[in-house]
């Protein structure tokens, strides 16, 4: 059973819609990250949050915006997206931020596949 | 920044044969961590192993085992004796200083 806990698996939305995807880990680890990805492509970094501050912007687009209320939490607020937005988003977690030092392996949820309208 | 090549797209296999999936990367750092993931139809990634680049004594982990030799840069996974359930899409990834770099991927198809 994976740990990273990510809602909703699912979310068809319109290019004027906002939403936000959540994702939610209690293995206390002190790093966040979302990633997308998209069909038969490897996952692309596209924030990295370390005791929750932002540490990483993978020079995202400001329609996505991501926010970190506190250590448990990782949220992904979307608005005015593109179809080419469409992927599936992958939110993961680690003891510390990868590279650091330590226990560095990354555990990803299930993701939420997301298609834009 | 680094870089990592799988070369395999897809390889299939009858169950019980032995698989090796091929990762090489290229990096300027001189300390590294490289990792292997499992990507089932599921989408969620598994993570399977995790190697620092000072470390190259090489393992058995069950079925799983892996092959790092920093003189060529290569760091190459193999399942011993497949099964159905090993059927997805494995990733090589390489991480410094927080970014991690996945390879393409290796769709592994294990038939009956």
């Known amino acids: 059973d994976t740990e990273v806990t990510q809602t909703p698996k699912h979310l068809v939305m319109g290019m004027t819609n906002k939403k936000s995807l959540k994702c939610e880990q209690h293995?206390?680890?002190?790093?966040m990250y979302w990633y997308k990805q998209k069909a038969k492509k490897p996952p692309e970094l596209m924030f990295v949050?370390?005791?929750?501050?932002?540490?990483i912007n993978e020079s995202v687009p400001s329609r996505f915006s991501p926010e970190c209320p506190n250590s448990s939490l990782l949220n992904l607020h979307l608005h005015a997206l593109q179809p080419e937005d469409s992927a599936l988003y992958l939110c993961a977690s680690s003891q510390d931020a990868t590279g650091s030092a330590g226990n560095t392996e990354a555990f990803f949820g299930q993701g939420t596949r997301l298609t834009v309208v | 920044a680094q870089k990592v090549t799988q070369a395999q797209t897809e390889i299939s296999v009858v169950e019980k044969e032995d698989v090796t999936l091929d990762c090489v990367y290229e990096?300027?750092?001189?300390?590294?961590?490289l990792f292997w993931y499992k990507q089932p139809p599921s989408g969620e990634l598994v993570f399977l192993i995790r190697r620092n680049s000072f470390d190259e004594q090489n393992e058995i982990s069950g079925r799983y085992s892996w092959n790092f030799q920093k003189s060529t840069s290569s760091f190459n996974f193999t399942i011993t004796a497949s099964q159905v359930v090993d059927s997805a899409v494995y990733f090589c990834?390489?991480?410094?200083?927080?970014?991690?770099?996945f390879g393409a991927g290796t769709q592994v198809v294990v038939t009956p």
């Open positions: 949050y370390s005791y929750e501050k932002l540490s």
């Open positions: 990096t300027r750092d001189t300390t590294y961590y």
């Open positions: 990834a390489a991480d410094s200083w927080g970014k991690l770099q």
């Open positions: 293995m206390g680890h002190r790093a």
